[in-house]
Nanobody, 119 residues
Framework: QVQLVESGGGLVQAGGSLTLSCAASGIRFSDNAMGWYRQAPGKQRELVATISGGVTDYADSVKGRFTISRDYAKNMVYLQMNVLKPEDTAVYYC??????????????WGQGTQVTVSS
């Protein structure tokens, strides 16, 4: 059974920092691209950051402030968030994706963790 369990969310003042963690189980961790998405109230879920084969990618809105990383030994993914802004307030979701050679795409989601940034 695949499980992605996020933790580390909370309430922080603008300018502060938080680190989100995602514990993955039930998947071949090294075969999956991992990512963080977020969804603010009334908005669509959006990509925040991804990491695959050591290559990272970020949404323009978080470049220079957020850092995604993964620990293969612990099957963990992290999102270090610095200089947080009120507009970063959202539910943050951990995501795992694996594309097979026949182009079958497997994607999994965590339950989400709330991040609230006060002004």
């Amino acid at each position: 059974q695949v499980q992605l369990v996020e933790s580390g969310g909370g309430l922080v003042q603008a300018g502060g920092s938080l680190t989100l963690s995602c514990a993955a189980s039930g998947i071949r961790f090294s075969d999956n691209a991992m990512g963080w998405y977020r969804q603010a109230p009334g908005k669509q879920r959006e990509l925040v950051a991804t990491i695959s084969g050591g290559v990272t990618d970020y949404a323009d809105s978080v470049k220079g402030r957020f850092t995604i990383s993964r620990d293969y030994a612990k099957n963990m993914v992290y999102l270090q968030m610095n200089v947080l802004k009120p507009e970063d307030t959202a539910v943050y979701y951990c995501n795992a994706k694996r594309l097979l050679s026949d182009f079958t795409l497997y994607t999994y989601w965590g339950q989400g963790t709330q991040v609230t940034v006060s002004s």
